[in-house]
Structures are given as structure tokens and as C-alpha cells.
């Protein structure tokens, strides 16, 4: 192997770590923080508008076909209501306060993204959410990262039909330590059953979206049902 | 009496109305117009079997996004390389839905026997004598039908879910009008059995050459007649709120956004949002209204619908 080989190898190995990060895997949720001692828990939600995600479509002029080709239904998405999804905060304020936990529901949304970063390693929040110190001791974060619909394209061609969903992780970080007591990354499609093609309503994709808002709540309330 | 119509979608609600309801007919000009109840027939069925299939989720169909680097030889090329990925994702897609479908089809091979000597005038026999007399008479072909009598058409469509528990029937009611009134409407109506309870429903389902589910079978085709029928004096009200509202499929709880309707012991009604109706049975654990039998209970189909419009003789016991 020349020199030259070499010094090639190490550069595209030491680009390919620089760009490796560890997804955050799921931690179980503990018996005691769901209990009286697991203190003062807000529960905060990150409240995305409804709208048409088309991954896939990556190079410009890609995207505009895409955007152009899904128009009425990029429309028709930010019509849609998620107050089905939103309210689950408030159940699961309701599912603590019955087992004994302090809890409340934080109004204000949170801008997951506008929050410092933090590096603290595996199972340690990556977000500083040291603001709602004050007022809790843990706090639930329900992070909506898409809402609404998707449709995957390589490049100016769909690879799929569009399917309505939601995407999410959600965790309880401990406000003293940014420990992660709880993380699960959530998502859900659904296709509309049927033809999908139905604007202007697309009632067929209006219904599949409403299941995954149900199926979205179903699996964010049920680490708290334990 | 004279109602006007000015949108299609009301036309049709009202023709629908006014055929099942009796008293109405639509006009050449969009009036509902009142007229003497129409003698109700059923037309026959082809002697093909009946149609079933297994349900197929198309959640996971399609592929994830992609990256596509053309090789561009001038415009010429260019353009036969869009035309050659076009063509290949179309097919791609075509072909998985297809394999999609026939996996989820595999469900009926247990009951292949049952099924092939299955035709569609048993299914039709079978349905007239469940169902209640005021809703069905004998109609032998369509071009013997008087000005005076409306046939109805029906495409059923049944599915056995994934879990072998329960069927489904998907139905398009057609009704054509005499020439007097002309015209037809048409309306959709889904028909889920209860789950069976047995923990191998295929001996079940099987047994006694099929009994079981050809009685299933013609039993959600009456059904369907009789909520199409119960329901046809009550339009769509675009007043009543829409919900997601939870039902049993089989052994599985799924969803659908609709406009409850009504609601029995065993079942809920809705309209759902393409408008067509939708008679499935609770999930277990669903806050049943007052007076019913916890929902975990296995519920034997009930025409409870239909019941509501042959009234019980008095004296007799309420269902």
C-alpha cells in the first residue's frame, strides 16, 4: 500500500467516524418513577403543524417536481387538526396524578430545536432543558417530529404511496442529573385502504391519518398504564 | 311536497331516501316529489361462487426513499433514463401490492372445499330467508321490472381477516327505479361478524360443510340490507361530529374516523368518511350503553337494526 493509499484510507475513515452517531436506544420506563417519589413531573409536547413530508426527493429540482405533483394534498395536509394527539399530554397527567405522581401539563409547547445541545453520552438528554427546573423534578417529553403525511420518492419518481403518520420519541429526562429515566422512538404509518387518490378531501388518507393519531396516543400512553 | 337538490351529492342522498323510504322520487328537474312506496325486488345473482378474499394491509407497501443517479447522454438520454426509473418504480409497486395480496389471501386455503361450492344463489337464498319480509321480494329479471317497483342490486364481497376470526362483508347497494321515477342510487355498506370465540376458528368455520360460514355470510349480507334500509330515512348530517371510534376486527381493535349513528348492545353504526355505512361490533372492554352485557363477551351477530324495524308483537319480551 502506497503512502498516498494510506493517507486516503485514514481521511475517509476519519470523515466516516466523525460522521457516526449512536441512536439513543430504548430505556425501559421504572416502576418508580411512576410512583409518589419520582416528584414533580411536567408533561411538555413539541406541537408540529400538520404536513406532507416527501423524503427521497432530495435535489432540487426533485423536490419541485414532488411538491408540484402533490399539491392538493400538501393543501389539503395543513387543514388537518392534531388535537387528538395533542390532548395526550393531558391523559397522561391524568394516568400519573392516579398513581400518586405530582404531575401537570406544560401549555406551552416546546421548540425542541431552539434548546441548547448537550453531549453527555448514551442514555443522558441531548437537549438542555434546565428552564423547567423551577417547577419540576422530572420531565416528560413528548418530541412530534412529523405529523401528518408521507410519501417517499427517489428522486423525481414515488416509491410509494402516500400513508398518513407520526412520527416521535418520547422520554422522561430527570431535571437534576439529564438522565434519561424512560426514551422510546415511536412510528406509525398507515396507507389509506383503498385508492388514496381523492381530492379534494382524500377521506380514504383523512381516515388513516386519524388512526395514527390513536395509534400514536395508544403507544405514548402505554408505558404509563404499567 | 317538493324538496330541491342542488349539489350531486344531495341528489343522491335524496334519491337514495326517497327509494328506500318509499314516499319520495326525484324528478327530472331535482324535486324530491311524493309517491306511492315502491314494491321492493332483489335481483338475481350470476351462479358464480361467491367472492371472498383475505384483507391486506398496504401499510408497508412501497419502499423507503431512494437516490437515483441519472446517466445523462444529451436529452435523448435523459429523457429514456426518467422514462426506465418511471417505469420500473410504476412496476415495482404494481407487483408488490399484487404479492401483498395474494399472501394475505393464503387465510381461505383452509376453506378452499367450502368455498369453491359456494355460489352466489345459495348466498342469495340463504340471505332471503334471514331477512325480514318487508325488506325483500323475489324479482326474477331486471327487464320484467313494472314502472312501479325498484330492483335492488347487490355486489357483495366478503373477507376473512388475517386471524381467521371474523368476516367481512363489503357491499355496493345499487337500486334502480322504475322508468316512472328513473334513475339509481347507490350505497355502500361494510358488515364485520362478531369475532369467533373458539381458539381454532377454522374447525369452526369448517365444520358441517361449512355451515358455519355460509350462515355467516348470508346472515351479514341481510344485515346490510337492513341497516342500508334503517338508515335510508336518515341523510347524511353533516351536523352530527365525526369521531375515531374503535372496533373489533376479528381479535384486533381498529379505528375509523365516522359519524356514529347508533350504537347496540353488540355493535356500532357509522358513517364513515367516504360515506358509506359501517356495522362493526364493539371492541372488547368498550363502555357499552346502559343495560348491555360486558363487550368481552363474544356477541353472536344480531340483526339488531332490522329488529328495530319489525317490532317485536306486544306482550313479547324486547330483545
Redesign the interface.
Known sequence: MSIRTALLSALVAASLAACQTVPQGHVELAKDKLAPQAGRVGVVMSEPKVDLYL????CLLCYAAAALANTSLNTYSHTLKDD?LVQVKSEIVDMLRKKGVDAKVVDTPVEIRSLDSLKLGPNMATKDFGKYKANFDRLVVIDLQQVGFVR??????????P?ATVVATAYMVDLKTNALDWYDAITI???AEGSWD?AP?F??L??AY??T???GKDALKKPFAN | MSLSCRTQRRCAALLWWAVLAGPLRVDAQGAAVAVVAPRWTLAEFSDEPVPFQGIASMDGAGSGPGYMVYPVFGLVGAIAALATHAAIVGTTQARQKTKIQQDADKVLDPYRSVLDGFRLPELRQRALAASPDIAIAHMPIAGDMANSEVLVEVVPVFSLTPDAKALVLDETIVVHLGEAAGGEATQTVRVISAPRPEADPGLAWNADSGEALKATAATLLAESIGVALAQAGHPADTKLPFRTLRYSLGDTERMERGQLLEETCARLLMRTLRGGLMYAPHRPGATLPPDCAPASVPVTPQPAVVQALNPPPSGSPTP
Open positions: 423524503p427521497g426527493a432530495s387528538d417517499n420518492y427517489a428522486a423525481y419518481f414515488p416509491t410509494s404511496e400513508k404509518t398507515k396507507s381523492e378531501s377521506p380514504g383523512t381516515n386519524y388512526q393519531l390513536e395509534l
